[in-house]
């Protein structure tokens, strides 16, 4: 079993804690919280030992019944892998304590590439992070954008990616933050950062993303142009989609026109938290002009789709499963993900 | 087992279903949709049999590998009680048919108080719908104020309530209701129909309301003001809420101080679509000044807080359990309905 | 004095009006209403002669102190050009009236195009609209987009455009529309209908577009990729908007990133009703990768840019002004409308 | 003339300058910043000498052609009185200098009662602020809250209010603020400091206010409840509110039934930048029940209604007009405030 840390029980700590109780060979040795909230009473609904950064907060811990098991650098100790889930920025502060340690760590999108010097995605370099000690995965949209030029650059060859990132301004959970009653340019200059990050993991590919962020809680939306390089059509790529076990199609038959629709889907059919991690590309969207100017949009959960991709890293990291085809097949299993 | 027949799978039908098809002593015979949508497609995955308004449309249905099951009629027939969740309207249309068929039925908050002639909380009145043929589960909003007025009310008596309701715009994955940015009077004048809905449970209160609809599409937010006749405090009412099997406490350890957030904690805890079956109120809001003048906050999900009132309702118009308390208490269980 | 009535006195016919009413040239002899509402007061106040639909209903309209001058087909008769703002659809049933009367008559945007014959944009095809007796003003994204393309496409040629409407759900008084908390894919298809409204104008232009709705009230954003056949520059492209009279630039200087922050600054500047009638394009956003390939994100006031395209389209059908530049200055000069 | 400077030209600096600039008695000496952005273009356009916090920034002003007229220091010695307009807690920071300068100075709703020591209303008391070197201009809510309760209370004598205060998440042109999509409790607990902050002004009145935060930007709303000791009739109180200069009706005929209509209809008359400077009282709410029992809904322009009150603060802190109404008269009628 790999003993794993969640350091951040957030956003993305909790949904990656539940995905990692969930493997056959992983198990949580413990999570962190920087002080009390509801999320500190879901650890212990789950059973997750709860560490805290400052001790001398424990009091503050036990006056809620909740009991603190030690110091996150107790916690860490106990780990073979740590998921560092903390905000974006915070990775850096931690990184010195994960190498006094000798411990490998994976840090999240929020950080910068040169952090770990390695950015993964599943479908991409899944073998090249074997063995490592930093790793770190890739944003939610990163994520999004590399799986499906990752899979039209196999199938047609990509030659030209163009793509506008429509951002939610908030998680849903998230009350502060804004715009309430604007379309804001994030950032106004051409190329946004995606494009790069991209890079980061497809080198190769040539890319010119622009973003902005809209008051919407639900779902990144992703306007995508490729132009590829050999003559592709309509019905190959969603076939191409159909058997790729991370992209999933939103179908016509089932009239969702919209990432509030989406997530309503994901939530009757039980998904846990509504997630959904795989990329879902509306299938009605797919256009192919003069056989290789290719059009698509995708919505991206924001929450989720980087979960699974924190799994698949841990076993490679550890080197336990070398084939990222089984290692995706073991994951996915695990949280019985069935097609949207 | 009783028989339920849930005409209109939508947001409300499709919640009702669920929670009558986890009762030991209910099953569900069938749910019906106008047109194919991805609740066609739920419906399906649940294993509910699927009939249609329309038999002409059945083709529509077949191509998506839908299977229908018969006409909604032929649905109707193998119920021993119908649960009608058809939009606010449309229950009327359908009274007639079944009364030809001489079913009961059960009808939503949306239709008038006079179309059934009686309206439902299970705290407030089970005992007079037992063996009725026909009853109204009153509204979300009606069914969160008729809880605790009447827990208050038992307690301390209640002279005089004066709430101000501030509603969701739209229910979640319902993209086309507004408002985007504005606060609109629903309706200007005052009292709202709340306070009179309210008295169709319980007529001896003297109630006011006002209210608003917010560009929210999570929870209704009611902040409540009771005159009551005996003198209460904080700490009684905190009790009675504690001991109270649909009225739960948003805690103060837990940081909760939003609809956003509370919903969150839902989905945390795995509840069922994240739903808050129970009325929530804001421990900290709770306020008693000078003994008799009592205020609070509760946000109230208005897609399930009606749907155990639905679940209790089909066995008080059964009369297979006379006592609300032992319904309540089977409803929940089966829910697993444990605290927020 | 060129004759305007004005057919539908809402969000765009109020703005049509008062620019009418402020060109040196025209005058308004009538706007017209179905039923009262705050626009019948604000007709009042401006002292334009209200007409309604149906007689009938003047007891309504009297009762308010809101004096009716007559029906709609009186208004019509005393105009020369009858500018329709009634929403869309509706014109198309009011031109056998336009014709049995013989008057010359301008629709908007969300008319068909063959419902004139005929679609508009000062810039494009002033020349070509002199004498018409009917014509369309394409609607505010097609305006925008026909701006900037006709613009480039003069300066470098525009071999290929693609472009992403990120459109407002409504406008700021309309509370009925949504959503709320979703992004909507309007259509899900690609391409969206504005590409082919743009070759109403510009037929040669090869342009495909994608669309979706997202929940705020203020201006579409546009974020518009061109590729060009001579090599452009940042700096050439700036210049060639500075000169331009009909787009504006957002200068970094301002620090503004958002249509928020826009419109504040246009209502800073005592615009009337912070009307934003040239497109703006975000300087600071303009980039051009290789010479040929130019993005820049526009923000299009879906409220204001046709009103100035209406008042020219007037002047052009009346054959008073031969010269689109002669005309735009006119118009421009009347609303004091000023740099950005 | 009162020389006037307006320390913070953002959100409500902005409109106290246009305000001040406009009276015949007064003059704009200087308005400041701390860095550029697009209101110090607007301080430009208006012809305001531009001061700023730290002269080292005088460069990044100069670059962009915004001349800067010397340090903030040098700006509040040429005033006779000071208008602090910086956000809330800066008021305090700014105190010692004022005092230091020996200047009089008006503060907003965002620095305590005790800063000022006098918290006025142009209502309420007027005459207690004459000759006051520092006065506390209360906040858009408390103000909307007090010109109604005083009203009430000199008719018919107010002996208890509950208001909930419905309140915009953000201002418009701010795009940082959330909530996206919540209803926020702000505070949790009841009662709210508004009612402690309307005793600052009107201490005798017993009143318990509630208050929660949604994701609008258009004007907080008020759902208010007051128990009056002589009977009222709802036409008393329609005639009290049209006779009240501060005070505007809306009416049924115009059909507006929330915010957002509200200010569309004021940016159709052409209040500079859609200002409603008076409490917005929507006429078909007012209910009286039982003689004694009030209700009402209004709603409150948060950048606008102190605007007024600090033009006023200004005149009595001078000692040049001794009476309320006659400085309430002068500062109206040079906005050509007129009614709604």
């Known amino acids: 079993m790999i003993k794993v840390a969640i350091n951040g029980y957030g956003t993305v700590g909790k949904r990656v804690a539940d995905a990692v109780a969930a493997q056959p060979d992983m198990e949580i040795v413990g999570v962190s919280k920087t002080r009390p909230s509801f999320e500190a009473f879901v650890a212990k609904e789950r059973g997750f030992p709860l560490y805290i950064a400052d001790l001398s907060k424990k009091g503050a811990f036990d006056k809620l019944g909740l009991s603190v098991a030690g110091s996150v650098e107790e916690m860490l100790k106990k780990a073979d892998v740590i998921v560092d889930a903390t905000p974006g920025g915070i990775g850096k502060e931690n990184l010195p304590l994960y190498k006094k340690l000798g411990k490998k760590a994976i840090f999240q999108g929020g950080e910068d590439h040169e952090l770990a010097g390695f950015s993964f995605n599943s479908d991409c370099n899944y073998r090249d992070a074997i063995g490592r000690q930093f790793v770190r995965v890739v944003s939610c949209n990163t994520t999004g954008l590399c799986r499906m030029i990752n899979l039209m650059d196999k199938a047609f060859g990509v030659s030209k990616v163009r793509a506008t990132m429509v951002r939610r301004a908030s ?113 009605d969207s797919i256009g192919v002009i003069g056989g290789k100017d290719v059009y698509f949009f995708q919505a991206i959960h924001q929450e989720a789709d980087i979960v699974v991709e924190n799994v698949d890293a841990i076993r490679a990291m550890m080197g336990t499963v070398k084939d990222a085809a089984e290692s995706v097949r073991m994951t996915n299993a695990a949280l019985k993900f069935t097609a949207i």
């Open 171 to 283: 998680d849903p959970g998230e009350v502060k933050k804004g715009p309430v009653d604007a379309v804001v340019l994030d950032p106004v200059t051409v190329p946004s950062h995606h494009g790069p990050d991209v890079q980061t993991v497809l080198p190769h590919i040539d890319i010119t993303t622009m973003a902005m962020i809209v008051p919407t809680t639900f779902m990144h939306m992703h306007a995508v142009q490729m132009e590829v390089k050999k003559p592709a059509t309509k019905e190959a790529i969603l076939n191409l989609i159909e058997a790729h076990p991370r992209i999933g199609l939103v179908r016509p038959g089932t009239g969702i026109k919209s990432t509030a629709e989406l997530k309503e889907y994901a939530m009757d059919l039980g998904r846990p938290r509504s997630d959904l991690w795989e990329s879902c590309v509306f299938a």
